[in-house]
């Protein structure tokens, strides 16, 4: 059987996935959407990577690019993303379907969008493994054991059902135990607990932590659920219209945003609220319009802390910490290194 452990593969200078100056427009009638800005990001081997940011930030339509699972009206304007060294946008059609499954792994946020909904649970578990070696006996108990570890009752009866006859929740743990049955070497989760309720989601979470250290593979998670991505990942990107506006250790974003939209972000979530509110707050104003070309800070028409500057250039990246970088012109001071 092939090898897919990437500590393995991999010099551990050099991240799993790394995605370099990425940009990305949609094609609309009313002109071209900047739905993804200068993206750059690593992924490293084994570590969980989240992705967070209010609705129409970008964070699916990286992900989908990374899966290379795009709409016909995206195009993608430069930068690379090399996976395992190689550059996925400059991969033949097939090469790059060639690593869907056993590589790259995908659980979307509606289990309806994996799922076949006239084949049993059995023949699309059995053909997911199709990369693996063994007998369908074989590939059909493996199945059977990964429908229990996520948590099926009676996977023995239950695995020649078909996906209407599960709940919500148990169609979501069917999709992670497929995405997660060829172990891949990296597993992009698109809010995967979004359409769940909250119990139901803490236990998705904890499953899918368990399976991914067990694995060892690393996972790019989008959410819009702050709590989740402290729970469940190393590092997280806080993207903001199109932009990764800071990113670095999960621990130092949290507790020490440098950022203003990070910080909004964080003061609006429900998991940090003290006080007892009816409404939840929401950051002011609104995301901008991704059409056209932009001068200055993306984030500016909702800053409370803008300047003169902010409308006049574009922030390049600041260090902060040893693992933190953010884009605002307030991190530019002398002891700061622009990198
Ligand atoms: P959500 O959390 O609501 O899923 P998101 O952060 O994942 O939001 P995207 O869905 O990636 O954001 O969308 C980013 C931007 O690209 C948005 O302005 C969206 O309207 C636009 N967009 C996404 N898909 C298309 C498409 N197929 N054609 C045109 N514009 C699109
Ligand atoms: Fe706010 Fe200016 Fe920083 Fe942008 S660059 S986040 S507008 S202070």
């Not at 009313?30 to 081997?45: I, K």
């Not at 992670?176 to 979470?205: F, H």
């Not at 910080?263 to 940090?272: I, T, W």
């Amino acid at each position: 059987m092939r090898r897919k452990d990437p500590k393995t593969q991999l010099s551990s200078s050099r991240a799993l996935l790394e995605i370099r100056d990425l940009n990305l427009d949609f094609g609309t009638p009313r002109g071209r959407v900047h739905a993804l800005r200068n993206v750059s990001l690593d992924v490293p081997a084994g570590q969980v990577v989240g992705i967070v940011g209010e609705s129409g930030s970008g964070k699916s339509t990286l992900a989908y690019t990374v899966m290379g699972l795009l709409p016909e009206n995206a195009d993608v304007t430069s930068g690379s993303i090399l996976f395992e060294y190689k550059d996925l946008l400059k991969m033949p059609t097939q090469a790059r379907r060639g690593l869907l499954g056993d590589h790259l792994s995908m659980i979307f946020q509606d289990p309806m969008t994996a799922l076949n909904p006239v084949r049993t649970i059995e023949s699309q578990m059995i053909d997911v493994q199709h990369h693996e070696q063994g007998s369908w006996g074989e590939k059909r108990a493996r199945a059977i054991d990964m429908l229990q570890r996520v948590g099926i009752p009676d996977p023995q009866s239950r695995i020649g059902a078909y996906p209407h006859h599960f709940s919500g929740g148990m169609r979501q743990r069917v999709c992670i135990a497929m995405a997660l049955l060829v172990k891949p070497t990296l597993l992009v989760a698109d809010e995967p607990t979004t359409a769940l309720d909250a119990t139901l989601e803490v236990q998705i979470i904890h499953l899918l932590k368990d399976l991914q250290k067990e694995i060892g593979c690393s996972v790019l998670f989008v959410s819009h659920h702050l709590g989740a991505v402290a729970e469940l990942c190393d590092r997280v990107a806080v993207m903001y219209a199109g932009e990764v506006v800071e990113q670095g250790a999960v621990r130092d974003i949290f507790h020490n945003p440098a950022h203003p939209y990070t910080r909004a972000l964080l003061e609006c979530d429900p998991g940090r609220i003290k006080k007892s509110t009816r409404t939840l707050p929401t950051i002011p104003g609104e995301v901008p319009s991704l059409l056209g070309t932009k001068v200055g800070c993306i984030f500016r028409t909702r800053c409370r802390q803008a300047f003169d500057r902010c409308g006049q250039e574009n922030p390049v990246e600041y260090r902060i910490g040893v693992d933190q970088v953010a884009r605002c012109h307030l991190l530019d001071k002398e002891l700061l290194v622009s990198v």
